[in-house]
């Protein structure tokens, strides 16, 4: 039922058919992707490869590479779908970094 709720809440969101900024958080790792209306993956970042430094730092580098990647494909606005997660401690600091690498959310 959370996920179904979920679904129509980003679907109101999403009026102008903006890509989804998608984010996933585990105990160790933060996940981030950016998906178009019909599902497909147009970039993906993770903290797999950022294992040397803390949670935070972690989502900070995950942010910028997200946006980063996000940029070079000429996407400059999304929608944040956060999911389950609140908005608050490594899911607003990887938005944050996002954000200042000049990705519009």
Known sequence: ???KNNKNIVKLLNKNNYPIFKVYRSLTNIYAQVINSQGEVLASSNSLK????DKNEQAIQVGFDI???CLVKK???VVFDRGQFRYIGRIKI???SAR???LKI
Not at 50 to 53: A, T
């Open 100 to 102: 200042s690498k000049g």
């Open 50 to 53: 950022f294992k040397k430094v």
């Open 94 to 96: 990887l938005a944050d």
């Open 67 to 69: 946006a980063k990647k």
């Open 1 to 3: 039922m959370k996920s």
């Open 75 to 77: 996407i400059k606005q």
